[in-house]
């Protein structure tokens, strides 16, 4: 008898989209097939897409040092509710995550909370101040395969190409979080005709494109494989796509936020949709989407950024940058972007898995597998009111989505449930 059978579902197997059952049992898939028979537990999954659990390559757990925002054990819930079976937590904490000790406090911290799997990335520099390499080895020996000073820019040319020939050498992954320090210095939105009107410094989409630009090069010099974080502009897409046909191993993600909204909703100067790098124009939103769904962009990436009220209930100008996003991301892909299955779990669960380096994640289903499992209702339309973060600056309450998780798996346990 199975532990659970989910039943009648639109399931991505290994051999394509097939509707039929899938019983679970011992942590693994045990069977793909019509009428599995008697269970423990079942649930009617007819309607809805069923997929490797999504996998999230960049997101803020704020563990450790700023807990009051949220926790290893508070992320990984919103993981949960949000479809997720893996999170790369980035390394800006407390102090930040530039050694192995660190990062085997965050895969240790989130075995115990059995929501999903969490790997720690790794500063490229030592306490990411951009100077000197930070102990990669170490890092390299405690799981970390994704590098990256995330929340600032590897600024010095110099030491980023030595970065990228160690990673490289390991086999890893450099990830820049791409914006030049001194263009976007003293801005708090998108350069444009809505900062104009408002009367509020501007960053300009020359910010991210000349790092990018820079970045490529030094990656086609290293033979590092590349990773673009939360693209933002059409011409960054652009960038990717000519270093792809290059030669250059580079991936990239874009984030639910920068396909949802543009530099429009900062009209309310709303602190929820200030976030770094800003909403762009409205070109480079459908430039995104379309990126999405040519494959240009791998992955669909949260970066849940918590904030506690007292960072974002302050005029526009003086909020941290930032919103969360993993319990909507599935959501806001599916209306926006109009992947069919096979596109949007690719998207949200194979290429991000790839990228990661993730041995259990992003597979899909097939007998043998671990049960790492999302099921997700397409068709589902919901307006989000509430939320397991323990920081609530998000932009999605109150807006409508199509498309909603109704079970998340964790190694056969469920571990969200909509009945």
Known sequence: MHDLVLRGGSVLTDNGVRHTDIGIADGRIEAIGPDLGDAKESIECHGAWIGPGFVDIHAHLREPGQEWKEDIASGTAAAAAGGYTAVVAMPNTDPPIDSGHLARYIADEARRSQ??????????????????????????????????????????????????????????????????ADLSASGYMHEGAVSSRLGMYGIPREADNVIIARDIALAGMTGVRYHVQHLSTAEGVALVAAARGDGVEITAEVTPHHLMFDHEDVRSTDSNFKMMPPLRDPRDTTALIEGLRSGVIDAVATDHAPHAATEKDVPFEHAMAGVTGLEWAGA?????????????????????????????????????????????????????A????????????????????????????????IR
């Open 386 to 417: 509430s939320t397991v973060s323990k920081s609530v600056n998000a932009p999605y309450f109150g807006r409508e989505l199509t498309g909603r998780v109704k079970t998340t798996i964790f190694r056969g346990d469920i571990t969200h449930a």
């Open 115 to 180: 929501n999903a799997e969490v790997v720690s990335a790794g500063c490229i520099t030592l306490g990411r101040a951009g100077e000197r390499m930070a102990h990669i080895d170490e890092l390299w020996d405690a799981g970390v395969r994704i590098f990256t000073d995330d929340g600032d820019t590897v600024q010095n040319a110099s030491v980023l190409r030595t970065a990228m020939e160690y990673v490289s050498q390991l086999g890893g992954v450099v990830s820049q979080h791409a914006m030049d």
């Open 332 to 384: 806001v892909v599916n209306g926006v972007a109009a992947l069919d299955q096979v596109e949007f779990f690719d998207r949200m669960s194979v290429a991000p898995a790839r990228i990661a380096g993730f041995a259990d994640q992003g597979k899909p289903l097939t007998p043998g597998v671990c049960a790492n499992i999302v099921v997700f209702d397409p068709e589902s339309v919901w307006v989000p």
